[in-house]
């Protein structure tokens, strides 16, 4: 059975994501439409493409992936669809592509060129692409190679010309409050090689050590556990990026990394490694 995921920024208190599945099963009344959520901020593209990124690797290949975020066409703002390695993204030409595809070398992009300039929504051609694709059609059938899509500079973490020092950036902030950055555990380990010593920084909170999972700082060892609660750390999570996170967070009650340290989108998370 084929497989069409969503992803937009929607909500859930319009009509707009019914109508959409609508669409899709008056085509295909057998698919299996998977949500990935439709609660992204508005027009966050970088907030998208993390969650899309680490949702879409559980599933199978040729499963089809709509994002419906930022897609409003114009021809600026042109629809594509892509192969991602084994699997089929369909959306806008807006740079989202670029942190799909970072470390990634095995893609195509294709411009949509079945485009009905009088619908008053985009979203209809995205869903007349998936469905195309989730049957077994062709890229090249409903669009021509893009050559050179978009690409949003924030996604890729910097490194300085001594390469010391590795620049990244706030990317997401999750449900706990906990902060993620653009920095990868394989980008990271490629800089620091043979380096043992670094020290983390986030405005003016510093690392030295990057814990392997949250409850790593909790000593069960010891006949009297001290809690360790609300105590701040660095971890690579289960995506692979590295995190800055509050131990057992609620942002509810005590808080999470992006409100107690103070951290938010775009900020600077920095490591300076010791040659």
């Known amino acids: 059975m084929a497989i069409i995921t969503l992803t ?67 021809r600026h703002n042109k629809l594509i669809v892509a192969r991602i ?9 807006n740079g989202i592509l670029s942190f799909l ?6 893609y195509t992009v294709y411009e949509i060129t079945i485009i009905d300039e009088n619908e008053a929504c985009s979203n209809s051609t995205l869903v007349r692409a998936a469905c195309h694709l989730a049957r077994g059609g062709k890229m090249e059938v409903i669009g021509k190679v893009l050559p050179n899509p978009k690409e949003l500079k924030v996604m890729a973490p910097m490194l300085s010309d001594d390469g010391n020092k590795l620049i990244g950036s706030v990317v997401y902030i999750d449900n706990y409050g906990n902060v993620v950055t653009n920095i990868t555990r394989n980008y990271f380990n490629t800089v620091k090689g043979n380096n043992t010593n670094f020290e983390i920084t986030a405005r003016n909170h510093k690392w030295n050590s990057i814990q392997n999972k949250y409850n790593d700082i909790e000593n069960f060892d010891s006949e009297v556990r001290e809690t360790k609660d609300g105590k701040k750390l660095v971890l690579f999570n289960s995506a692979g990026f590295l995190e800055v996170a509050i131990y057992r967070s609620n942002l509810k009650t005590v808080g999470g990394a992006s409100t107690l340290l103070g951290l938010k989108y775009h900020d600077s998370v920095t490591i300076n490694f010791s040659k």
Do not use: C, W
């Not at 609508?22 to 027009?43: M, T, W, Y």
């Not at 390695?85 to 030409?93: R, T």
């Open 8 to 74: 937009s920024d929607l909500g859930l208190k319009d009509f707009h994501v019914a109508a959409m599945k609508g669409a899709i099963l008056s085509e295909l009344p057998n698919v299996n439409i998977i949500d990935v959520s439709h609660q992204i901020s508005p027009f966050n593209l970088i907030e998208t493409a993390y969650i899309v990124r680490n949702a879409i690797k559980s599933f199978p290949k040729n499963t089809v992936n709509i994002i419906s975020v930022d897609v409003e066409y114009s």
């Open 85 to 93: 390695e084994n699997q089929y993204f369909v959306s806008a030409d």
């Open 101 to 106: 595809t970072y470390e990634i070398s095995d």
